[in-house]
């Protein structure tokens, strides 16, 4: 089949993550995706990652992660030539991409009130940490800040331990996702043209539904709970003879098939256990008492058995144990694209169509690798993409 966003041309005017991360998607999905980057060094992401040789070659694997598929431009916006580059190659655009702090392309003269009169069926995202208006807008925003803002901290970890943050780039990831999701959607318009403003904070709010309205329909203060599922018991993360392993036993007979496998069928008489809001409020006991069991067999013993008595379960692993395992290989998230004869391995599209699972085209850019050919493409001469590089244009 045609990819869903063939056709379409992303301009990708981002850096680090959650724009990044936004035009990967729709990358994968078959835009094109043009990224602008600044003259010299490019995306911040190019410098960073577990790898020092890959960043002092301007090709750091926080790159890479998500940046396959996309073509590199490079452009100075502060130069007047440059900004008259990016306003013709909106023209050609459908979609614009950016997540600068609030107002700094508009003082460059590169705002969507300035953009849409050179394409008004432009398509223009805005990401920021806090949304383009409001007390905070002018705040700076990276991941961690938005985890602590948007609660996500307070409620992470135990309530000794808490506050935690999430150990991936939660907020960046949710609000880049949120912004391929309201792309897509505005793609579907008709006539096209929207300003889409992306707060990473109200996306990961967002994603705090059961959180959030505990909160404002049940009058609950949300706290750290550490490993427990605070709608049900029994159902957190268990400790056995080798690992820890996950059960949720959400349902009451899911916690009467526990305790028949469990050869502990006397802790249903306890009055302390004997209904789910008591279960609920003796988590900690109850948590104990499995494990006595639990603990005298390893978890390969207890995950395959429990699952199939209907009691869901799993193991607690690690990432290269994940990436490892058959289920993983099996479904093909992992892809292998060439990069000038090395081979790199890279998260592709969470989906999979009609059984297939979309896949980079390309591998990650070096910076300002396309120059030629997209200036070329928009118009420009050979002698007029000589000078820009001469001159700090590109």
């Known amino acids: ?27 994968l999905l078959g835009a094109e995706v043009i990224k602008v980057e600044r003259p010299g060094n490019g995306d911040l992401a190019r410098q ?31 130069d007047a030539r440059g900004k008259q580059v990016l306003k013709r190659l909106v023209q050609t655009a459908d979609v614009f991409v950016e997540n600068y702090r609030p107002g700094v392309l508009d003082r460059l ?23 383009q208006d409001g007390p905070w807008r002018d705040n700076p925003a990276y991941d961690q800040i938005v985890q602590g803002i948007a609660g996500v901290m307070s409620i992470t970890g135990t309530r000794e331990t808490a506050p935690l943050r999430v150990g991936y780039p939660l907020g960046d990831t949710i609000g880049g ?84 496998i469990l050869e502990r069928p006397e802790l ?27 603990m005298l067999r390893p978890a390969a013993h207890w995950v395959p058995l429990l699952n199939a008595k209907g009691v869901p379960c799993g193991p607690v692993l690690t990432v290269p144990q994940v990436l490892e395992s058959a289920q993983v290989a099996k479904r093909g998230l992992i892809a292998d694209v060439d990069a000038k004869g090395e081979t790199l391995k890279l998260a592709t599209s969470p989906v999979r169509i009609d059984g297939a ?32 590089r001469k001159e700090g244009v590109i």
């Not at 577990?50 to 590199?72: T, Y």
């Open 177 to 260: 996702m949120t912004a391929a999701f309201a792309i897509s959607a505005a793609l579907n318009a008709s006539p096209r043209g929207a300003f889409l403003d992306i707060s990473m904070t109200e996306a990961v709010l967002s994603t705090m539904g059961w959180v959030v309205s505990n909160h404002l329909l049940a009058g609950v203060s949300p706290t750290a709970q550490g490993n427990e599922n605070t709608t049900s018991a029994p159902s957190g993360t268990f400790r056995t003879a080798d690992q820890p392993i996950n059960i949720a036993a959400n349902r009451d007979e899911q916690w009467i098939t526990l305790t028949e």
């Open 109 to 131: 003269g590169l705002g969507y009130d300035t953009l849409r009169v050179e394409n008004p069926a432009l398509i223009y995202c805005a990401i920021s940490g806090f949304g």
């Open 48 to 78: 960073l990652g577990a790898d020092p040789e890959r960043n002092r070659a301007n090709m750091g694997v926080s790159f890479l992660a998500q940046n396959a598929g996309k073509a590199s431009l490079t452009l100075n916006l502060k």
């Open 268 to 294: 249903r008489d306890r009055d302390v256990f004997g209904t789910r809001e008591d279960r609920k409020a003796n988590r900690h006991m109850l948590r104990a008492e499995l494990e006595e069991t639990l």
């Open 1 to 27: 089949m045609t990819a869903p966003l063939s056709g379409i041309r992303v301009i990708d005017a981002t850096n680090v993550l959650a724009g990044p991360y936004c035009t990967y998607q729709l990358a």
């Open 357 to 388: 699972r979309p896949s980079p085209k390309s591998p990650p850019p070096d910076l300002g690798q396309n120059n030629v050919d997209v200036l070329a493409e928009i118009g420009f001469s050979a002698e007029e993409i000589d000078a820009f």
